[in-house]
């Protein structure tokens, strides 16, 4: 196909000679038929289709924001001739990126390497892969897509963060699945003896009652428990970069939990994001949640607090919001007697007195963060209070 230069050349060529012949001016119908000569050889060198083996890899598929990722291509002249004048066009978010080939002469393979952006938090669509090849004016090219496209995972970015101690007893090693070893001394089922089991554990009327010996299933019930409630109104924050440290300081302080194996029940104004039972690879789980969450134009924060009246007691309470905007704070005091600690991450400058008023009350913690690096001291103060 002609490209917009082409199309151009192709206009100015036809319209040339033709001016030339019908007034007799020599100089411009010579001109116009190079014009036309031009676009039919650029037609004719970029007809032939390559014949190439492509394929198309993002490494990493999931990264933090930030953090580098690349598109890698290996592309393979199966074709007996050498092929020049590609290029390699991928499609990423609502941009293009190109690469230019160097000549592949047959039966060789050349692997081309290019950033992706990863500044923004989400889903990227990646691809379709496509391979053109021009003529060196650039007037005509040809088109042919590889592969099918795929997706690079942008996650907000985390620091270590200690877990908040909370409660009477901690099981500070984990598990909080189910399957723990010994658990505390709250019953959760039955299931059939495995090598290794403690006999003290056995249930000899189940064991009598089917034939197979059976053992008492017990769970951890005092691991300590994360409620994080991230705040993702558009009036609580200043700009966008502060609610995309918003998230990224929920995740720190959610995966803090999730990698000790350690419950995290996490929710927003919209209602719970994700609830997580210590177990498996929840720390991945969140942070490919919270890659895709987004702002939300209700008025308060109270509704994230509804439910929690109810809450089961114990365990840390985080609520990580903004400066701007503070309704819907003060409900906060409606369900902290329900845990053992709350903490508020405020992100931002530090507000002015009168937008505390409409706030918990003011023995509630609160640290104030400006950039994710001020997010670990801080909260290894809160930690060892």
Known sequence: MLSATGWGTLAAGTVLTGFGYALGYGEAAALGMACLLAVAVA????????????????????????????????????GSRTRR????????????????????????????????PTARRGRVPVGPLRLERTDPLGLARRMRPYGDPDTLLVRPRVCPLPVLPSGQAHHVEGPASDTADDGSLTFHALREYVLGDDLRRVHWRSTARTGTLMVRQMVDVSLPHTTVVLDTRQRAYASEDAFELAVDCAASV?????????????????????????????????????????????KSLAAAFDGMESHRGGGALVVVTGTDDTRGLGAVDRVRHRFDRVTMVRVGAEPEAAREVSGPRPDVPQLHVASLEDLPAGWRREAAR
């Open 43 to 78: 037609v004719l060198w970029a007809l032939p289709a390559p014949v190439l083996d492509a394929e198309r890899r993002i490494a990493p598929r999931r990264v933090g924001r930030g953090d580098s990722a690349e598109g890698v291509v290996t592309l393979t002249n199966t």
């Open 85 to 116: 004048g590609l290029r390699a066009v991928d499609r990423c978010g609502e941009g293009d990126i190109t690469v230019e080939v160097p000549a592949l002469h047959p039966g060789t393979a050349h692997e081309l390497r290019y950033a992706l």
């Open 254 to 298: 959610a995966h803090a939990a999730a990698r000790s194996h350690f419950p995290v029940h996490l929710v927003a104004e919209r209602g719970p994001l994700l609830h997580t039972d210590g177990s498996g690879d929840d720390g991945d789980a969140l942070l490919d949640g919270l890659a895709v969450v987004g702002r939300s134009d209700l």
